[in-house]
């Protein structure tokens, strides 16, 4: 009988030591998905398919059609690429379609971008990217903040607030009125642009947007010393 109860008694504290055991693992395994790129494994990426993806856009803008091309897209950077990058870079830098949703708010684009920014390297297809997306926070300055501080862990130099289209309005620079109206025209797409990101005021929000505020205020700073440092030089 005793032995029965030992017995009986062994069990219950092995399933206790079971149960204590698999509780400590669970609790681990939740600490361990609250740390960045942790449980969720990036996915590959073929930049062939999302180069046909970006064709399909083009030939139909539909909610559908851009889903499809999102979804394509790893939410973070990853080694396990197939396919010709460039091709696709040139593609989507190329696009007018691209260009006019994602100024235009579309959300599924907006997310595109953002995600595309883990993989873009700085050079031509990285400023344009930038230019794009300070559009984007121009007109559409909620939803370029909601996607920034989901993604702000793929810029790793710099927010997407520091480039404008000034290139676009001034082209060439060869006389000091070039200068003049170059910082002038410069002055006025930033000031645009820290007006709208001013006006968004969801608490979820302040931080990342007074980020950007901040870059913004002293590229204007910048811009209105040169520009007094031109006319003093006039003078």
């Keep these: 009988m005793r032995r029965l109860r030992f017995a009986e008694h062994m069990d219950i ?33 073929n930049w062939d398919e999302l180069f046909q993806a970006l064709k399909t856009v ?7 059609s851009i889903k499809a091309f999102l979804d394509k897209i790893p939410e973070q ?17 190329g696009s007018e379609v691209f260009e006019d949703l994602l100024v235009k708010g579309n959300p599924f684009m907006a ?14 297809f990285y400023e344009d990217f ?4 300070g559009k984007l926070a121009t007109g559409h300055p909620r939803l370029f903040l909601q996607m920034l501080k989901r993604y702000k862990s793929n810029f790793e130099y710099e927010y997407p ?9 001034v082209p060439d620079i060869v006389t000091e009125e070039d200068w003049v109206r170059r ?7 930033y000031e645009e642009r820290l007006k ?38 006039a003078g």
């Design 13 to 45: 504290s092995s399933i206790i030591i079971i149960l204590l055991a698999l509780t400590f693992l669970f609790l681990a395994e939740l600490s361990y998905a609250g740390q960045p790129n942790s449980v969720v494994q990036a996915r590959s990426i």
């Design 58 to 64: 083009e030939k139909s803008p539909s909610d559908d």
């Design 77 to 93: 950077f990853t080694e396990d690429q197939a396919g010709d990058e460039d091709k696709f870079l040139e593609a989507i830098d």
């Design 111 to 124: 997310e595109a971008a953002f995600r595309l920014m883990a993989f873009i390297l700085p050079g031509a």
């Design 130 to 133: 930038f230019i794009r997306l």
């Design 161 to 169: 607030v520091t480039m404008t289209e000034i290139l676009d309005i």
């Design 183 to 189: 910082n002038r025209e410069e002055l006025r797409l």
């Design 196 to 233: 709208a990101l001013k006006s968004v005021t969801d608490p979820e929000l302040i931080g990342i947007r007074d980020e950007c505020i901040k870059v913004i205020e002293e590229i204007i700073k910048e811009i209105k010393d040169r520009s007094k440092k031109i006319g003093t030089e």
